[in-house]
């Protein structure tokens, strides 16, 4: 079983920046993918990052290459993504999700993902 706790997110004016964290449980949770997704009202989820288990390899969409990095720090079992030059339509709720399948591979596709955290909001206002 694996357990993700999002924080970080909040309220940013446009061309700011947040960072936001997501605390893993599991025994193994170290070795899987790991990614971040989000959601805007109205429309369908989509994918923001991923990074494999060791973080030798991320991978991001293009709306976000560029401006967001995704890290981990295995040894504390958190992954995070840091949003700079944020724009209004990156308000959204960001989910931290894990892909228990996947170690060195990366996907962007959330079928690929087995659990996911309750999600943290973003706000960026113009």
């Known amino acids: 079983q694996v357990q993700l706790v999002e924080s970080g997110g909040g309220l940013v004016q446009a061309g700011g920046s947040l960072r936001l964290s997501c605390a893993a449980s599991?025994?193994?949770?170290?070795?899987?993918?790991m990614g971040w997704f989000r959601q805007a009202p109205g429309k369908e989820r989509e994918f923001v990052a991923a990074?494999?288990?060791?973080?030798?390899?991320?991978y991001y969409a293009d709306s976000v290459k560029g401006r967001f990095t995704i890290s981990r720090d295995n040894a504390k079992h958190t992954v995070h993504l840091q949003m700079n030059s944020l724009k209004p339509e990156d308000t959204a709720v960001y989910y931290c999700?894990?892909?228990?399948?996947?170690?060195?591979?990366?996907?962007?596709?959330?079928?690929?993902?087995?659990?996911w955290g309750q999600g943290t909001q973003v706000t960026v206002s113009s």
């Open positions: 999700a894990a892909a228990t399948r996947l170690r060195e591979v990366l996907s962007g596709a959330s079928s690929m993902y087995d659990y």
């Open positions: 599991g025994r193994t949770v170290s070795t899987y993918t």
């Open positions: 990074i494999s288990g060791s973080g030798r390899n991320t």
